[in-house]
């Protein structure tokens, strides 16, 4: 294959140097040594790309259809050779050369022609326009000189004689067909193309499609020209160094992408040092920046879980959509990390595969720590799961000894107080009496029975909300509290924790301060509920030492907040209880 | 559910509808009410039902329960407000287990079930004419 490449090399450098003779002796004064030469150099740089791409990415097709798209555009030059065959042959591979390169730029960067309307207009591209030389070449006959060329006749193969005017006018509507209409399709699918590419392949792809929008412009500026008699010289020089200039920057921006793949896999190197010090949630930056993905997501296998997980250890699915593509990285067969990137990184598989091998082992070091946040993250919705079942297990209680226990015990009052009024008579003074003494013991355990409900969860709690329940709570206070609560509603978990702080807090202060006074405050700000209980008592009080702080720190912290209490000697305390909510 | 309907009226007698979901308060408390000299028209153990007996007897007295399972007792009450029933809430919790809503409920007052009596139903019976 590489022997191939060498003689396609040195048969084009060699065909360079005929179709710029070809052009210097036959166009006469319709060419210059200099556009000549250019439209060589131009040839030659499709050339040399098409053979450098071939020979880095030969599975790609793209380096043989830009060798292609090069020595088509040499050949197209014998067309101006007075030699019959030469100029039937060149004539209809010289018109189809230009299809090539327009073949080369739709199949970049992967060398195939993926998109079904491309693919149609590359097909018609190739047909209508051989079947257009064709026909040109079946009425020329050397009478009236084609478009492009000088005024010597030359002589078709396949000519039928005394046709010229209709040659002339094939040849018109060719350019008007194929370099008109075809010229304008083929702009608005570059521009389609553009629209719809990935940021990244967007960045890949815009300098050689911009390059071919600016050849599909001449070509419609030609198609243009059909219609004026005699375009002016100047402008037509202008134009044909446009062309030139065109055809010189599309195989240019085809090594550029190429060179920016070198680039960046240079870079991965880079990536080997940079990740030494980098902490694990920082992988996916360089990462990125070695693959030139911003979009990129590094995400985690945990076997235990069967399954992904971000940086942060939480749950994560691979997407399945189209403008995403997955690399799965695996170590002795088994998955350590899938990359999620933007598909164009496909067309650079080595560079994934570098990066990839360059950030193994950090991936590994990320993946244990990922390991670990989910392990933490479990214990955390474990915490929270904890807290909100015994919340319900409370209300469960709470409503229980309200509908039972409760309910018969004053059912059974009211029935005594009933048998105490009929036997009101006073024929058994000793009777009314214990009916009376039963009554009222029945009536303080109902009353210790609703001390008990109430402490294990206030009904009021849960049927008007937090600022209703600290309100009961602060009027059943045996000293002054100033009570400032916010209003609304909260999830229950939130409500009864926070509800739980200030109870534990006025308990506390009743039992241990020494306190006159008192302010409960609750406040709601950047998404959270902080519960504030403050007291002008004798201070000292330290949560680890006391068991009731503690499983109020423990409750707090649970749903991810934060529980501090400030108690200086003489200096009163103050417990702020900071829990995230929702809303 | 409406539990119980008397549809022959002593009309030297004041009528009560009873609405609580626990059959032996009930039971109770018309033994209570019928000691105080009330005819207990109906019993009903929910909200709706109490709030469509209501409607359909016009008692003098609604005892009603504040919790129930389906509406609330302040909810019925709000139903009833304006009609001639005077409506007396009753719960095994205190007041002060109660929002606002509660304590501005247009009812004619609130006595704990373990306080209900004849006594305290006439104090505050008397208290509003």
Redesign the interface.
């Known amino acids: 294959m590489k022997t191939l490449r060498l003689v396609l090399l040195a048969a084009g450098l060699a065909l360079g140097v005929i179709a710029y003779r070809v052009q210097i002796h036959n166009l006469g004064v319709f060419t210059t040594p200099a556009r000549a030469s250019a439209i060589v150099i131009g040839a030659w740089l499709f050339l040399v790309a098409g053979i450098v791409a071939w020979s880095r990415r030969p599975a790609n097709r793209l380096g043989p259809l830009m060798t292609a798209a090069g020595i088509a555009l040499l050949l197209r030059q014998l067309r101006y050779s007075h030699d019959g065959v030469l100029f039937t042959v060149f004539f209809i591979v010289g018109e189809l050369s230009y299809w090539v390169v327009a073949h080369a730029a739709f199949a970049y960067p992967s060398g195939r022609l993926t998109d079904r309307l491309e693919r149609l207009l590359i097909k018609s591209g190739y047909t209508i326009t051989f079947f257009f030389t064709i026909a040109i070449l079946i009425f020329y006959d050397g009478s009236r000189p084609l478009r492009f060329f000088d005024r010597a006749p030359r002589g078709s193969l396949i000519s039928i004689s005394g046709h010229g005017e209709v040659a002339v006018t094939v040849q018109k509507a060719f350019v008007i067909v194929v370099w008109g209409i075809l010229g304008v399709v083929a702009i608005a699918l570059i521009v389609r193309k553009l629209v719809r590419a990935t940021p990244r392949a967007r960045r890949i792809l815009a300098p050689l499609l911009i390059a071919a929008i600016t050849v599909g412009l001449r070509a419609i500026f030609e198609s243009v020209f059909t219609f004026v008699e005699r375009p002016s010289a100047i402008l037509y020089e202008y134009l044909f160094w446009w062309q030139i200039a065109a055809f010189i920057a599309l195989p240019v921006a085809l090594l550029a992408g190429l060179l920016r793949a070198r680039l960046a896999r240079a870079g991965v190197g880079d990536l080997v040092l940079e990740l030494e010090g980098t902490p694990p949630q920082g992988i996916r930056d360089a990462l990125s920046r070695a693959l030139d993905d911003p979009t990129l997501e590094v995400l985690f296998w945990l076997p235990e879980r069967n399954g992904f997980v971000d940086a942060a250890g939480r749950g994560a699915e691979l997407p399945s959509v189209d403008n995403r593509t997955i690399t799965t990285l695996e170590n002795a067969g088994e998955p350590i990390a899938a990359l999620v990137h933007d598909p164009s990184l496909l067309e650079e598989p080595k560079l994934v595969e570098a990066a990839g091998a360059a950030a193994r082992l950090a991936l590994e070091n990320a993946r244990l720590h990922a390991q670990t946040r989910a392990q933490l993250e479990q214990v955390r919705e474990s915490r929270v799961r904890i807290v909100t079942t015994a919340d319900e297990e409370r209300r469960r209680i709470e409503r229980d000894i309200?509908?039972g226990a409760?309910?018969?015990?004053?059912?059974?009052?009211?029935?005594l107080?009933?048998a105490q009024?009929?036997l009101m008579d006073g024929s058994d003074p000793e009777v009314d009496r214990l009916l009376a003494a039963t009554v009222n013991e029945?009536?303080v355990a109902?009353?210790e029975l609703?001390e008990l409900a109430?402490g294990v969860h206030?009904?009021?709690l849960t049927?008007?909300?937090l600022a209703?329940a600290l309100?009961?709570l602060v009027?059943?206070t045996p000293f002054p509290v100033d009570l400032d609560a916010a209003e609304g509603r909260l999830p229950a978990q939130v409500e009864a924790t926070a509800y739980f702080v200030a109870c534990e807090a006025l308990a506390n202060i009743v039992k241990h301060a020494g306190a006159s006074s008192a302010i409960v405050r609750t406040v709601r700000q950047n998404g959270l509920l902080v519960v504030e209980v403050e007291d002008d008592g004798i201070g000292g009080a330290i949560a680890a030492n006391g068991s009731g702080l503690r499983g109020l720190a423990d409750r707090v912290e649970a749903l991810g907040g934060r529980f501090r209490v400030e108690s200086p000697v003489n200096g009163g305390t103050r417990i702020v209880g900071e829990i995230p909510c929702a809303s | 559910m409406v539990l119980g309907l008397i549809l022959c009226d002593d009309s030297n007698m004041p009528t009560a509808l009873i609405v609580d979901d626990h059959a032996a308060f009930r039971a109770s408390v018309r033994t209570l009410l019928q000691d105080e000299g009330f005819q207990v028209v109906g019993e009903a153990e929910d909200g709706r039902s109490g709030l469509e007996l209501a409607r359909a007897l016009d008692p003098d007295l609604v005892l009603l329960d504040v919790a129930l399972p389906d509406l609330s007792g302040l909810d019925v009450a709000a139903g009833l407000a304006g009609g001639r029933s005077k409506v007396v809430l009753v719960s095994s919790r205190r007041p002060e287990d109660f929002g606002a809503r509660f304590r501005e409920a247009p009812v004619l007052g609130f006595i704990a079930k373990d306080e209900l009596s004849g006594p305290a139903l006439s104090d505050l019976l008397e208290e509003s004419l």
């Open positions: 309200h509908d409760q309910q018969r015990l004053v059912a059974l009052a009211l029935q107080r009933s009024r009929r029945l009536q109902v009353e609703r109430r206030p009904a009021i049927e008007d909300g209703a309100e009961s009027s059943r």
